[in-house]
């Protein structure tokens, strides 16, 4: 009875510790399920703890605290090892082969789950223990990805991905009537269906005679390295078929007049003068820097370059700031108080990062721009990311056009052969 005793301890510590981890990290559906059990066996434990007594009970409360913490440690190496189970085509085409004289423009972007999924973390994660870059430890880790879900749950859902695909069809529809009739737009994401790699290999498939892919993302990056490499993994080379890459948007004056034009028609025929314009970056720890210090360079220049626009557009410059959403310094509250104070009465505020809605700019920066503390009457408004802007649009455009210069021409494809929608998983 008394060996019973001991083991009835470490089986419920062990569960209970186990059963928290997943509390923390399993999608909505499944969370009262582990909370209950959790508590039970929290529960449990604490019954059986009271039936030691003098020595034993300082032991077995030792063993059940070491216990708890394997039970959490043992699951959150399995919840963080889990693996991107995304699937890549079989390439069926052969060296040789010439195609259809189509050009692909592989639309290339981050990516979010419409609902929750840690994967494109857990993938993160990963990339950065390889890479020897400090993170959350790993036991804090699934904390993270509670505080994701959570994110999650208060907003119902994520936009990115909508929203992306809208774009891509619009982007399509815009090449195709501005030069490019014979282009045929393949969506691709870094955290969703389908990979990069995934949309070559489906173009190829398709017969596409040239690759262009259309980097959607604000700065040179992990993000865009972590892409990059795996569409040079489908090696287009041997099968005769040119690529070219267009490079991320932080160079782009028509991205920044677009952040111009938003300001404009938000305000309308306002004074210009009483109203303040925030730019939210995304910000890396300073250690990333060394790894990929063109993140935050471009990316700090790049809101530089919008500020300037808004001035010359009739902006006043003490109303314009520039903050960051983690991990650097200002925060979006400390620089809205800065321009609440300089006498703006109106301040609308950006994800500048962000290509399309999602998590960060419908919910991480909005709660961080409610914690400042402005004056009453002082109105805040999210104008969110880029989105299916007309300026976004041509922005993109323009560097898919510059990137076709670089290729060799193709015989045009007849309107029966381009007439398909953007790729979708």
Known sequence: MRYLRWIAVALLAFG??????????????????????????????????????????????????????????????????????????????????????????????????????????????????QQKIAFVPFLARPFFIYALRDAYLKVGSSHHRQMHLQMAQQLEDKLRAEGMPDARVYVSFLDDEPRPDAAVIQALNDGASRIIVSEVFLTISNHTKEGEKQIEAVDVKKLGVPLVLTGPMWDSQTMYDMFVDKVNAEVGAADRSKVGVLLVGHGQPDEWD????????????????????????????????????????????????????????????????????????????????????????????????????????????????????????????????????????
């Open 16 to 129: 209970t510790g186990w059963l928290v981890l997943g509390y923390l990290t399993v999608p909505p559906l499944q969370m009262s399920a582990y909370l209950a059990g959790a508590c039970f066996g929290a529960a449990a434990l604490i019954a059986v703890l009271a039936g030691f007594r003098g020595r034993n009970l300082g032991i077995a409360i030792a063993l059940s605290l070491v216990l708890l913490l394997g039970g959490y440690w043992v699951n959150a190496g399995v919840v963080l090892g889990h693996e991107d189970s995304r699937q890549v085509p079989e390439l069926t085409r052969r060296p040789g082969d010439p195609g259809k004289g189509f050009t692909a423009v592989i639309y290339f972007t981050h990516g979010e789950p419409e609902t929750y999924n840690p994967i494109g973390w857990l993938n993160q994660f990963r990339e950065f223990d």
């Open 290 to 425: 060394v790894e990929f210090p063109t993140e935050t360079e471009q990316e700090a220049l790049f809101r530089e370059r919008i500020m300037d626009a808004l001035v010359r557009a009739g902006y006043e410059r003490g109303n314009l700031g520039s903050a960051w959403m983690s991990f650097k310094k200002p925060l979006p509250a400390i620089k809205a108080e800065e321009i609440a104070a300089n006498g703006a009465e109106k301040i609308v505020f950006f994800a500048a990062a962000i290509s399309a809605d999602s998590i960060h700019s419908q919910y991480d920066i909005p709660e961080l721009v409610a914690e400042a503390k402005l004056p009453n009457g002082v109105a805040t408004v999210n104008l969110g990311a880029w989105n299916d802007h007309e300026l976004t649009l041509e922005a993109i455009a323009e560097k898919i056009r510059g990137a076709a210069t670089k290729l060799p021409t193709v015989r045009s494809s007849t309107a029966s052969e381009t007439a398909v929608p953007p790729s979708q998983p």
